[in-house]
């Protein structure tokens, strides 16, 4: 090959995507290659997958879902366990990251609440809820939470209806608007007469942590939230421990998202429990639960490090926690923490088929080989969104190591050249259009974030699981897109 990799761009072969042997926590557990050479995802190859489910298609390894969720339940179970002096300990999952009905079964099934932000994901996991554990759950719904800034009355009745365990309150506006629903409620008779809402308070701590600026939360300046040095969380917090129609039941923190250091949790771990301190000390009121969030890292290429794991990271909270109330002199609270992405992620590859090839060259002998595919920023919105970088392999064929490598570019078919899904990856030189591309941990924010831009369908998600496979969801179809017309 003469062909020059663009100035200033690590060498060839430093983008190339690690494959399932070298770097396991990129794909879902199951992932291997056969003899042949061919992609296996839970026990089928890549061409049984795409005979049942067109290309493009997200794979949903159900089998590593499960396995996912029952880590980080058995992790802070383990870790917060009573009879080591803490008081309890729960994982809830973020359902955001991706949430179907079966999806949602699957994490209650293995241990996990579920934290839902909005009347969809909320009614979604009732469904759930009332499938796995029977319907007297859903009246007392405490594996199950709402979030959100600007809740509507409406939406914290629903939540007060079915007693969530986690109602997380955003301003003090939400606080007023509990206090009406728990009125309205009390005099509808769903509520007895004394009976109280518990909620939750967001705070913002301050501590920068996170991929990129649109999923970092825990600094001041933005929408989520109630600042702890602003005062604005002590004006929220003392108005909930003086409305005799609320109980306050803990405090919220969410520091970002992507987040591969755990520094900044042991920082708003500190944050978090002094406020609590404080709390108690001037009202006499100490809140039993702290929440702290989301937001645990994947690798989403090699040049990502291997992500903590469940373990570490509820051993580094554990820790935490007692050093801290130790220090203050208070009693543990019972901890519970929501990870979204690092359930979801890694368990899901998209499958596209490469549908054109075409060389561009950039001066002084470079080139780069752009590689269209027939998805793109309409089932993968994150590039676009956070510069948020991912890497795809040849998934039908092994490459051969003869034919070398090029520098790509993995091209989506929307009208905006923006539309990229893998912006720098080194693939196999005989790439050919007919090739298909995995590209992995595309479980979280895929599927839930994708659009109808250009009027697409959007594509369905493929569970398998030891050589059999079904739909969580079924792919869009034309029908669908005009279903909605007036
Ligand atoms: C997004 C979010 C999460 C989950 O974040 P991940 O990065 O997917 O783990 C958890 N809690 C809250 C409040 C969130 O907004």
């Known amino acids: 090959m003469t062909d020059q990799i663009p100035a200033g761009e690590p ?197 920068h942590a996170g991929g990129h600026e649109y999923i970092s939360t825990g600094h001041e300046d933005q929408k989520f939230g109630l600042s702890v040095h602003g005062g604005a969380a002590r004006q929220t917090i003392d108005a909930i421990i003086a409305a005799p129609e609320l109980e306050l039941h803990g405090l919220h923190s969410h520091i970002g998202s992507q987040i591969l250091d755990l520094a900044g949790f042991r920082e708003a771990v500190g944050i978090v429990l002094t406020l609590r301190h404080e709390v108690a000390v001037d009202t006499g009121h100490l809140c039993p639960e702290v929440d702290l969030g989301g937001g645990y890292g994947i690798a989403y290429t090699g040049a990502d490090p291997v992500p903590p794991s469940p373990a570490q990271v509820a051993r580094t909270l554990a820790e935490a926690v007692r050093e801290t109330c130790e220090r203050l002199g208070d009693e543990v609270p019972t901890v519970s923490i929501e990870p979204g992405r690092a359930v979801a992620g890694p368990t899901t590859v998209t499958l596209y088929t490469v549908t054109g090839l075409k060389r561009v060259e950039l001066g002084e002998g470079a080139s780069r080989l752009y590689v269209s595919i027939d998805g793109g920023m309409s089932d993968n919105i994150r590039p676009a969104l956070y510069e948020a970088a991912y890497t795809a392999l040849v998934a039908n064929r092994r490459p051969d190591p003869q034919a070398g490598l090029v520098r790509s570019r993995v091209v989506g078919k929307h009208c905006e050249s923006g539309d990229v899904v893998v912006r720098d990856v080194d693939l196999p030189a005989d790439l050919a259009v007919g090739d298909v591309l995995a590209v992995p941990a595309t479980g979280a924010y895929g599927r839930s974030m994708a659009s109808n831009y250009n009027l697409f369908t959007r594509p369905g998600v493929r569970w398998v699981c030891e050589g059999e496979s079904g739909w969580v969801l079924r792919p869009e179809t034309i029908e669908d897109l005009v279903r909605l017309e007036g």
């Open 11 to 207: 060498p060839l072969g430093s983008l190339s995507c690690p494959e399932p042997e070298d770097r396991p926590d990129l794909w879902p557990t199951t992932a291997r290659r056969t003899d042949d050479g061919e992609l296996v995802l839970g026990g089928l190859t890549v061409s049984e997958i795409l005979a049942e489910a067109p290309s493009p298609v997200f794979v949903l390894d159900e089998a590593d879902l499960r396995g996912r969720a029952a880590s980080w339940a058995a992790a802070m179970h383990e870790e917060f366990w009573p009879s080591y002096g803490m008081a309890g300990g729960e994982a809830f999952y973020a359902g955001k990251a991706f949430l179907t009905t079966k999806v949602a079964q699957w994490v209650l099934e293995e241990g996990m609440g579920i934290d839902t932000a909005s009347r969809g994901e909320l009614a979604v996991s009732l469904a759930a809820l009332q499938e796995v554990s029977g319907e007297e759950a859903t009246t007392d719904a405490t594996r199950l939470g709402l979030h959100g800034n600007g809740k509507t009355q409406a939406e914290i009745a629903v939540a007060l209806t079915h007693h969530v365990g986690h109602l997380v309150l955003d301003s003090l506006e939400e606080v007023e608007l509990a206090v009406r629903a728990v009125r309205e409620l009390r005099a509808s008779g769903v509520y007895g007469p004394e009976e109280t809402g518990k909620v939750m308070v967001r705070l913002t701590t301050g501590v």
